[in-house]
Nanobody, 124 residues
């Protein structure tokens, strides 16, 4: 079965960096659209970044554009999210997601498979 496992979360000061990873198994990696979402306490899950099957196209939420970089490595079946210039408002549980179609890449309901999430906390 499809399994997604996030890692790399933690506590960092504002202005710092973190690198999240998502290890995928049980799927044909290059057939899936991949995305990162996050959910802060009391808020809905929101889109952070997405990458197409080939990796040729990437998409970002306006709030993270220029600070975060999404990438995928088909040799390792992993996706990463490099997060720089972190802000306290980036604090959330971060989830990776995968779907064969992801008809609307920025929408959480487009994805069938989800990881368990990793906590990112940015202190002021």
């Amino acid at each position: 079965q499809v399994r997604l496992v996030e890692s790399g979360g933690g506590l960092v000061q504002a202005g710092g960096s973190l690198r999240l990873s998502c290890a995928a198994s049980g799927l044909t990696f290059n057939s899936y659209v991949l995305g990162w979402f996050r959910q802060a306490p009391g808020k809905e899950r929101e889109f952070v970044a997405g990458v197409t099957r080939s990796g040729a196209s990437t998409y970002y939420a306006d709030s993270v554009k220029g600070r975060f970089t999404i990438s995928r490595d088909s040799a390792k079946n992993t996706m990463t999210l490099q997060m720089n210039s972190l802000k306290p408002e980036d604090t959330a549980v971060y989830y990776c997601a995968a779907d064969l179609v992801a008809s609307v890449l920025r929408v959480a309901s487009s994805y069938d498979y989800w990881g368990q999430g990793t906590q990112v906390t940015v202190s002021a």
